[in-house]
């Protein structure tokens, strides 16, 4: 099985090669870290503290490790903590939240068995933790082999991801058979994982780490940096478009239009907040082509930054400290079949949120906000009507100040009840880190 996967799995990288090898020419997101992907890390001296490996594919799970790497720390003071990520977006966040917690931030590498175990050599880790179900067999396997004990953290399994599983179950319930714990978010997600084969002692609940979004000193240090640079005030009410995917930026564009259109005393402004980086040009052409007057966070101050009526916050890692700011947040990845991007952010900081209807990615998440009267999520929709339904959204809540601080009150509501992940993660993570022990 094993053998196979590795032949399909190089098959798939010779056809990326020409991609990979664009990249390396210009400096593209494929190309970052290509070496330490194949094993050429950066220098590590192992000593007798055991070390902890922690695996972050990008932005969304680097964020979301925060609370869970200071329960490391705080707890398992006498290990080392190594952490890695996929992209190069997690590995710039990664290297600036994780500075001063973490021994070494690295590429996750290629999932072939000499590029695996160089890494495993080289960071010799006792216990490896990785985020969100990130199931990569040769990993796994060899890792089981250099005797780490291997564990799942904040680990969700949607229907679509159990479905495309299932299609291969004797092959993962092999892999599966390597982990020694699986700390899944909801019943349903360690329902799903059992179903493919985990034993149900080594699955547990522990919660979503989301929920435990903690604002730090610097990143109200930042907010206040934006606040002042682009004048936000509540005059000219902010709309957040936050991960937005292609074409969605161009459907609130036209959204953001027609609410100009309809007047108002107080119009508002827009930020958009593209998901991926390596669009940022893309959606620059877009806004500059919409006839509003725009400005871009990467460029240098001007006058214009306080009354331009477009931001593009074409920076990485800011979007948390620009949410307190927004008196609506859009979260983009839902009027897309992609499945949505985080709502936590930006109820964490209480803010109204709109999604569109597809939100597979955080479905139990959506389910709970949209029980508990703290998101609106608009119905299914098509190019025809989604500008119209995006227009009529934003203008209820910035004509209605009272739904729209409800709305931010009760998504915070939602934050705060659901707390404790962490905690509970780091008490099952304990047996495995350090059996035995009281740490």
Request: with cysteine; net charge positive; proline share 4%.
């Amino acid at each position: 099985m094993f053998a196979i996967y590795s032949l399909i799995y190089t098959l798939g990288f010779l056809l990326l090669s020409p991609r990979f090898l664009y990249d390396l020419v210009t400096g593209g997101k494929y190309a970052s870290g290509f070496g330490q992907r194949l094993g050429r890390l950066p220098e590590f001296k192992l000593n007798v503290r055991p070390v902890l490996w922690l695996h972050c594919v990008s932005v969304g799970e680097a964020n979301a490790a925060r609370p869970l790497v200071d329960g490391i720390k705080e707890n398992f003071p006498n290990h080392r903590l190594v952490i890695s990520t996929t992209t190069k977006t997690g590995q710039k966040l990664a290297k600036d939240i994780f500075a001063k917690t973490a021994d070494a931030v690295f590429y996750f590498p290629f999932d072939w068995r000499f590029s695996v175990r160089r890494a495993l050599k080289h960071y010799r880790p006792s216990v490896v933790m990785l985020m969100e179900t990130e199931i990569w067999p040769n990993f796994i396997r060899e890792a089981n082999h250099a005797k780490a004990r291997i564990c799942i953290v904040n680990g969700r399994l949607s229907e679509r991801s159990y479905t495309r599983y299932a299609r291969f179950k004797k092959s993962i319930r092999r892999i599966l058979g390597y982990l020694d714990l699986a700390l899944m978010q909801t019943n349903a997600d360690a329902k799903r994982l059992m179903e493919l084969g985990l034993r149900a002692s080594k699955v547990r609940v522990s919660g979503n780490l989301k929920f435990d979004h903690n604002v730090e000193a610097s990143e109200n240090d930042l907010t206040d940096e934006l606040r002042v640079r682009f004048g936000i005030t509540a005059d000219a009410p902010l709309i957040i478009a936050a991960s937005t995917h292609d074409p969605e930026e161009k459907w609130i564009l036209d959204a953001f239009k027609e609410i100009w259109k309809s007047g108002g005393e107080h119009l508002p402004r827009l930020m958009i907040a593209p998901r991926h980086p390596e669009r940022f040009a893309e959606v620059k052409d877009l806004i500059k082509s919409s006839g509003f007057d725009f400005v871009c966070r990467g460029e240098s101050a001007s006058s214009r930054d306080k009354t331009a009526e477009i931001i593009l916050l074409d920076s990485i890692g800011e979007l948390r400290s620009a949410y307190p700011l927004a008196e609506i947040v859009f979260v983009g990845g839902s009027l897309i079949p992609h499945g949505g991007q985080s709502i936590f952010e930006p109820a964490a900081s209480g803010r109204a949120i709109i999604t569109g209807p597809n939100t597979a990615n955080f479905a139990d998440a959506v389910t709970e906000f949209v029980s508990k009267d703290a998101l609106v999520q608009l119905e299914s929709t098509n190019e025809t009507n989604v500008v119209a339904k995006l227009a009529d959204a934003f203008r209820e809540l910035l004509r209605y100040d009272k739904r729209r601080q409800t709305l931010g009150k009760n998504a915070l509501a939602v934050m705060n009840n659901n707390r404790g992940a962490a905690g509970r993660m780091i008490e099952y993570l304990a047996h495995v880190i350090a059996p035995g022990s009281n740490s």
